[in-house]
């Protein structure tokens, strides 16, 4: 039975979409990923969770010191 794996899956997906979606609202969807400058479909502003990730991080060392962590 993968049901519940299924199920799983659409909702992390889910989740995933809503949060590459709705965090960062100031920043304008240009069919383009603020992380890796890759083509992503309409109204997304990242790839993935990954990209959301690096793009947050840098934020983050952005906010803190002005220079970026590696
Ligand atoms: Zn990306």
Redesign the pocket.
């Known amino acids: 039975m993968a049901d519940e794996a299924d199920q799983a899956q659409f909702i992390e997906a889910r989740d995933l979409a809503l949060a590459l979606r709705q965090r960062h609202t100031t920043l304008i969807a240009t069919g383009r ?6 083509d ?1 479909p309409e109204g997304r502003k ?3 969770r ?2 959301l990730d ?1 793009f947050e991080r840098l934020e983050a060392a952005r906010k803190r010191g002005g220079r970026d962590v590696d």
């Open positions: 990923c603020y992380s890796c400058d890759e992503v990242f790839c993935d990954d990209c690096d």
